[in-house]
């Protein structure tokens, strides 16, 4: 048995009921065995068994009160998975299917996709099940509070720093900054996504839907084809999935489709982007009120979904954004896209293709951009606002959106260049892996065993 074999194995007795962190950790481990060959001081020094193992897990409870008076009680977590490049970097989510499982895969994806920005950060992530919508702000902002009165020992400019993910957007970090800097008395840059008036960056909120156009881009160029004029699908509708839109808009394509939890939505003349940021950023509703002003819209309720997987993949179009959740594009999803003429796919969140989607898209040789990469431009951006926090300056969007660009087309380059010398030129998920893991795993030999 390969040691990888082992690694695995002993990953799913030592972390039973983590389906996705085993699903990430497969993943990733299996495009490195050719770097282990070459490199056997990987294996020596224990570096794979170190690396699927966190360096610390925080678990605790969040008790707050709900506007009726009544104590409500959330689990919390935050994993921080590697500290060898920085401090620990990555986002909090509050979404109610959050659990050790999904903060662990996060966590260690995040490693990875930190190492491929060139900056200075290591892996972490965080949560709880506690889901903010429905509750009012008072609501939100109690358990926040709450929330950040245990985090707080554990985060700070140059040991963690925490921003948002699914559920957490600028509301929430707003509530999580001002109790932190309320119980440590310090005004520092323990968290990004801040607002712009206190210490957050020009260009931070679209940073990771603009990178993933960019990452789309590349891409394409590299195929001699490019966005616009093309149709694109990109599902979710939250920041990514906005800011996705936004970007392809400006470049002259035309976005058809976003989705939410309650459904997907259709608009072949292309998404009206006010609208969509009305009903989402401004209403919080359902993607279904986009249809009192677009009766040529078409919205398919969660109950319509094909029973093998997504509508929104079921449309045609050339390029596909998954911008909502993990696993949210299945082997059939896939098996659509491709019959229906996509050429590139390049993934907004985190771990939305299932590894058997993966394979379909590999097998088939079009653009696949694994989310490491593709999505990496939100926490490098996050890692500018950490320097313009250091700083005690803000920079101008032009300079954030010039040094974004940077960064998407270096990851690219890195990606494409590491498949090429292993033997597997157009293999960007190969290309990601064996990138960010040999950068992590070096700085891990030379820092000594830890
Ligand atoms: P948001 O909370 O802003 O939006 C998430 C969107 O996805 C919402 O439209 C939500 O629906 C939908 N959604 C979430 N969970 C589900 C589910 N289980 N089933 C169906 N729909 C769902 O989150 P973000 O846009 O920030 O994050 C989206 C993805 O991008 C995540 O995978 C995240 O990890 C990843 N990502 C985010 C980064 C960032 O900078 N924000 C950086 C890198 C990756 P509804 O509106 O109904 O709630």
Same mark, same amino acid.
């Given at each position: 048995?390969?040691?990888?074999?082992? #690694?695995?194995?002993?990953?799913?007795?030592?972390?039973?009921?983590?389906?996705?962190?085993?699903?990430?950790?497969?993943?990733?481990? *299996?495009?490195?065995?050719?770097?282990?060959?070459?490199?056997?001081?990987?294996?020596?020094?224990?570096?794979?068994?170190?690396?699927?193992?966190?360096?610390?897990?925080?678990?605790?409870? !969040? +008790?707050?009160?709900?506007?009726?008076?009544?104590?409500?009680?959330?689990?919390? %977590?935050?994993?921080?998975?590697?500290?060898?490049?920085?401090? @620990?970097?990555?986002?909090?989510?509050?979404?109610?299917? #959050?659990?050790?499982?999904?903060?662990?895969?996060?966590?260690?994806?995040?490693?990875?996709k930190n =190492?491929l920005t060139g900056l200075?950060i290591?892996?972490?992530?965080?949560?709880?099940?506690?889901?903010?919508?429905?509750?009012?702000?008072?609501?939100?902002?109690?358990?926040?509070?709450?929330?950040?009165? /245990?985090?707080?020992?554990?985060?700070?400019? +140059?040991?963690?720093?925490?921003?948002?993910?699914?559920?957490?957007? =600028?509301? /929430?970090?707003?509530?999580? @900054?001002?109790?932190?800097?309320?119980?440590?008395?310090?005004? /520092?840059?323990?968290?990004?996504?801040?607002?712009?008036?206190?210490?957050?960056?020009?260009?931070?909120?679209?940073a990771t839907?603009?990178g993933?156009?960019?990452?789309?881009?590349?891409?394409?160029?590299?195929?001699?084809?490019?966005?616009?004029?093309?149709?694109?699908?990109?599902?979710?509708?939250?920041? !990514?999935?906005?800011?996705?839109?936004? $970007?392809?808009?400006?470049?002259?394509?035309?976005?058809?489709?976003?989705?939410?939890?309650?459904?997907?939505?259709?608009?072949?003349?292309?998404?009206?982007?006010?609208?969509?940021?009305?009903?989402?950023?401004?209403?919080?509703?359902?993607?279904?009120?986009?249809?009192?002003?677009?009766?040529?819209?078409?919205?398919?309720?969660?109950?319509?979904?094909?029973?093998?997987?997504?509508?929104?993949?079921? %449309?045609? =179009? /050339?390029?596909?954004?998954?911008?909502?959740?993990?696993? *949210?594009?299945?082997?059939?999803?896939?098996?659509?896209?491709?019959?229906?003429?996509?050429?590139?796919?390049?993934?907004?969140?985190?771990?939305?293709?299932?590894?058997?989607? #993966?394979?379909?898209?590999?097998? +088939?040789?079009?653009?696949?951009?694994?989310?490491?990469?593709?999505?990496a431009g939100g926490v490098a951006t996050s890692q500018l606002?950490?320097?313009?926090?250091?700083?005690?300056?803000?920079?101008?969007?032009? $300079?954030?959106?010039?040094r974004l660009?940077d960064v998407m087309?270096g990851i690219?380059?890195?990606?494409?260049?590491?498949?090429?010398?292993?033997?597997?030129?157009?293999?960007?998920?190969?290309?990601?892996?064996?990138?960010?893991?040999?950068?992590? +795993?070096?700085?891990?030999?030379?820092?000594?065993?830890?």
């Amino acid at each position: 048995m390969s040691r990888i074999d082992e #690694v695995l194995l002993n990953l799913q007795r030592s972390s039973p009921a983590q389906g996705e962190f085993y699903q990430a950790a497969e993943e990733v481990l *299996e495009s490195l065995q050719i770097l282990l060959d070459a490199d056997p001081r990987y294996i020596e020094q224990g570096v794979v068994e170190r690396m699927v193992e966190p360096e610390r897990q925080i678990l605790f409870r !969040v +008790a707050w009160t709900d506007d009726d008076g009544r104590i409500r009680v959330n689990k919390a %977590y935050r994993v921080q998975f590697n500290s060898a490049l920085g401090p @620990y970097k990555g986002g909090l989510r509050f979404h109610p299917s #959050v659990t050790a499982g999904v903060i662990k895969f996060l966590g260690f994806e995040q490693i990875f996709k930190n =190492a491929l920005t060139g900056l200075s950060i290591g892996g972490a992530k965080g949560g709880a099940d506690f889901d903010p919508k429905g509750r009012s702000d008072g609501e939100v902002m109690r358990f926040c509070q709450s929330f950040m009165t /245990e985090l707080h020992r554990y985060i700070g400019p +140059a040991v963690d720093v925490p921003a948002g993910d699914i559920g957490v957007g =600028a509301r /929430e970090i707003g509530y999580l @900054y001002g109790h932190y800097q309320r119980l440590t008395g310090r005004y /520092e840059g323990a968290l990004t996504g801040k607002g712009l008036n206190w210490g957050g960056s020009l260009g931070r909120k679209e940073a990771t839907g603009y990178g993933c156009v960019y990452f789309a881009e590349h891409m394409l160029n590299e195929l001699a084809l490019g966005l616009q004029g093309t149709t694109c699908l990109v599902s979710g509708a939250g920041n !990514v999935a906005i800011h996705t839109i936004e $970007k392809l808009i400006q470049l002259g394509a035309t976005p058809v489709s976003c989705s939410d939890s309650t459904g997907t939505l259709y608009h072949p003349a292309g998404i009206d982007l006010d609208a969509l940021k009305k009903i989402k950023e401004v209403e919080r509703k359902s993607l279904v009120a986009y249809l009192e002003a677009h009766s040529d819209a078409e919205f398919t309720p969660l109950a319509d979904y094909p029973s093998d997987g997504h509508a929104v993949w079921r %449309y045609s =179009a /050339e390029v596909a954004f998954p911008c909502a959740t993990q696993n *949210e594009l299945t082997e059939a999803d896939a098996q659509a896209l491709l019959a229906n003429g996509v050429r590139c796919v390049s993934e907004g969140a985190n771990m939305p293709s299932t590894a058997e989607a #993966v394979r379909c898209f590999l097998d +088939a040789g079009i653009a696949y951009g694994p989310g490491k990469a593709a999505n990496a431009g939100g926490v490098a951006t996050s890692q500018l606002e950490m320097q313009q926090n250091a700083g005690l300056t803000q920079w101008s969007m032009p $300079k954030v959106e010039d040094r974004l660009r940077d960064v998407m087309a270096g990851i690219y380059r890195l990606c494409r260049d590491t498949a090429q010398e292993f033997g597997s030129p157009g293999n960007l998920v190969l290309g990601a892996n064996i990138a960010g893991f040999r950068r992590v +795993a070096d700085a891990m030999i030379d820092q000594g065993l830890r």
